[in-house]
């Protein structure tokens, strides 16, 4: 257990390295040596967790899981809301999260199969949207593939906006307003006005991940 433990911080610490590297550089500046000068391990390490600066960026952008630690909720719309909020909060506090999402909208990242992270938050939203429906929650107009594709769209221009105003103090507000604009052509009246869009509830939703 102690040998395993010990390979999965070192696989952190590589991940968090490249993430740092490319953050600073972008992906196509970057090389092994200085991701390998960063971490501070072994070649031979690296390539036990990584075959290729292709890999190491694939792990990066798998940091982006989305729903990861979002407690359920009755509301399934809240639950949507709340995975924006909580990847808005880890934006602002982890570098990993931040490098990875960075990644996703580097335009020089030639040769790079970015599609993951928005294909995965796509159809995460998808999901929500399609029990919201279940449910009784949305408009009847409402169709649940493109709205997701509209979330993850209007989120990437926030987020981009949001990191060269203020490096992400202000995404949370951001997203706020979002939902205060999107939610009420999406949602069922009774429905809308149960959910908490509130800009602090990405530092509590935040907190009840970490608790769980």
Same mark, same amino acid.
């Given at each position: ?31 092994? /040596?200085?991701?390998?000068? /960063?971490?501070? @391990? /072994?070649?031979? *390490? ?11 960026? *694939?792990?990066?952008? =798998?940091?982006?899981? #989305? ?6 909720? +009755?509301?399934?719309? $809240? ?22 999402? !960075? %990644? ?7 040769? %790079? ?13 998808? !999901? ?6 279940? $449910?009784?929650?949305?408009? #009847?107009? @409402?169709? +649940? ?13 926030? $987020? ?13 507000? !951001?997203?706020? @307003? ?10 069922? +009246?009774? @429905? ?6 509130? #800009?602090? !509830? ?9 608790? =769980?």
């Amino acid at each position: 257990m102690a040998k395993q433990d010990r390979a999965i911080r070192t696989r952190r610490t590589i991940l968090e390295a490249a993430a740092s590297v490319f953050e600073k550089q972008g992906y196509q500046a970057a090389t092994i /040596t200085e991701i390998l000068k /960063t971490a501070g @391990v /072994t070649k031979g *390490a690296l390539y036990f967790h990584f075959q290729s600066k292709e890999d190491l960026a *694939a792990g990066v952008l =798998s940091e982006q899981e #989305p729903g990861q630690g979002v407690p359920p909720q +009755p509301t399934k719309l $809240q639950e949507l809301v709340d995975v924006g909020m909580l990847l808005a909060y880890r934006l602002r506090t982890d570098p990993l999260v931040r490098a990875s999402v !960075r %990644l996703t909208l580097d335009h020089q990242a030639h040769g %790079l199969d970015r599609r993951g992270p928005f294909l995965r938050w796509s159809e995460a939203n998808q !999901r929500f949207l399609d029990a919201a429906a279940r $449910q009784g929650e949305l408009l #009847p107009h @409402v169709n +649940p593939r493109a709205t997701a594709d509209l979330y993850v769209g209007a989120f990437a221009g926030l $987020q981009m906006m949001s990191q060269t105003l203020s490096d992400y103090e202000d995404l949370a507000e !951001r997203l706020s @307003v979002l939902q205060h604009h999107l939610m009420p052509s999406i949602a069922m +009246p009774a @429905v809308l006005a149960s959910l908490d869009l509130a #800009p602090d !509830r990405a530092d509590r939703i935040a907190e009840t991940a970490a608790a =769980s």
